[in-house]
């Protein structure tokens, strides 16, 4: 496979970029630095593409047949896959990137020999770790949850998985380190002692932060929020609850959210909802770029298409100043059907040059301007007057009820949202 070469919207071809032309300048720094793309090693180099019903119908183990040389063809192979894209970070979790072994010890040292291999790929081709993350929700042992587990055992084998992961992290030079509960929750209260799981959960991320920053990580750690799948009930339900519950412990600090688009979905709020309730906290730390489809319940994890949904993204992105230790990691996989290598080429070529579009837009929404002062505009009465001694807590009951007495005639406005949402349609289709 050669480089795939941006060719300008006017192009035919799905194998070429039509908008992400990595060192085009956006608001003075090019698309490359907005965006941060990066590759999910585990759909993209892990998945078979099966389902509940069906095996896999894409084979991964790259001509090779012992777990170990799999692991570093699967790696190889992610490296020139990204190299073609101009792709320049990558996320993982500890077993993508290498097979578990018969004991914990096995499969930590299995861990340490695949990030060497890693190092050297990295060295040569200069692309970086964006994020690692510990899986603690496939194995078996963490049916019942992993730092929220019933079994104490279980908290300390997460534990080592967690201080290994978040090494590899460090050694390889990662800015982020992703926490993403898959089985922190729980189906029935009948057996469940939410507090303690709760307690527990926040005790080994106050491990995992003290641990890292003593050991010299100085990026971000990100709680991934999603509300359900696989358990019922998740712990880190949406943006909300997790900043919540950051709060309550005293780790808001040194811990962001990673949004992902289609765990938006699945909490009954929209992928902006959750992407302006993280940045109005100061807590948009990175972004899982994919997209679900709205008529199937459960995360389908596909390649973003939706460009109103990246525009929204990315002005959100652009609004908190840009990425600073995230990324766009595309936490998408093809469709079962799209099992070639050109399918996942495709995969990646649609996503990224959806969210550049989504780039260009939300950069012609934010110069064109009128979106941003009708929103200043609409809330006028709050720059002078009473509203002034309302949002400097100058008021209280007694003297608004004072105030409000004397009103004569109140002036309400409309929303205007008709209005508005043809601007957008304006300036994304002429
Ligand atoms: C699962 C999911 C994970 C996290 C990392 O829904 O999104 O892959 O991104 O553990
Ligand atoms: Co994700």
Redesign the pocket.
């Known amino acids: 496979m050669k480089p795939i070469k941006f060719e300008g919207a006017k192009s035919k071809s799905t194998m070429a970029f039509r908008h992400f032309n990595s060192s085009e300048k956006i608001q003075g720094k090019p698309m490359g630095e907005h965006l941060k793309f990066a590759m999910?090693y585990?759909h993209t180099l892990c998945s078979g593409l099966s389902d509940m019903f069906g095996e896999g119908t894409v084979e991964k183990t790259f001509g090779k047949k012992s777990l170990i040389d799999i692991a570093k063809a699967k790696a190889d192979f992610g490296f020139e896959f990204m190299s073609n894209l101009g792709i320049e970070y990558y996320?993982f979790?500890d077993t993508d990137i290498a097979p578990e072994g018969e004991t914990l010890k096995e499969t930590l040292d299995n861990v340490w020999m695949m990030v060497e291999h890693l190092d050297v790929l990295q060295k040569k081709t200069g692309i970086k770790l964006l994020w690692g993350?510990a899986?603690a929700?496939t194995n078996k042992m963490f049916m019942s949850g992993a730092a929220t587990s019933p079994n104490a055992d279980i908290f300390a084998i997460t534990a080592a998985k967690v201080k290994t992961a978040i090494d590899a992290t460090i050694k390889l030079g990662g800015t982020g380190y992703?926490f993403?509960g898959?089985r922190e929750g729980y189906d029935t209260l009948l057996n469940t002692n939410m507090e303690l799981e709760l307690n527990n959960l926040a005790h080994m991320l106050t491990m995992a932060r003290d641990y890292g920053r003593k050991a010299g990580f100085d990026g971000d750690f990100f709680i991934?929020p999603?509300p359900k799948?696989p358990t019922k009930h998740q712990y880190d339900f949406d943006a909300a609850t997790c900043i919540g519950f950051l709060k309550k412990y005293g780790l808001d600090k040194d811990f962001k959210l990673?949004i992902?688009a289609?765990?938006a979905t699945l909490a009954g709020h929209t992928f902006r909802h959750e992407l302006a309730t993280a940045r109005i906290n100061g807590m948009l730390g990175s972004i899982?770029a994919n997209q679900g489809d709205m008529l199937l319940g459960w995360?389908t994890?596909q390649f973003p298409s939706d460009i109103y949904e990246a525009v929204y993204c990315m002005l959100e992105v652009l609004k908190a100043g840009g990425f600073k230790t995230g990324g766009l990691?595309f936490?998408a996989k093809n469709r079962r059907q799209s099992n070639t290598i050109e399918d996942m080429y495709q995969g990646y070529i649609l996503g990224m040059d959806t969210y550049a579009l989504g780039l260009k837009i939300a950069d012609r929404i934010i110069k064109d301007g009128r979106i941003d002062d009708f929103i200043a505009n609409r809330y006028k009465s709050y720059k002078s007057g009473i509203g002034q001694k309302i949002v400097k807590g100058e008021t209280s009951l007694e003297n608004l009820t004072k105030y409000a007495l004397g009103l004569k005639q109140i002036n309400l406005e409309s929303g205007r949202q008709e209005h508005l949402e043809s601007i957008i349609n304006q300036l994304m289709f002429g």
Do not use: P, R
Request: net charge negative; charged share 35%.
């Open positions: 999910s585990w996320c979790h993350t899986n929700f992703v993403w898959g991934e999603k799948e990673n992902e289609n765990h899982d995360d994890d990691n936490d």
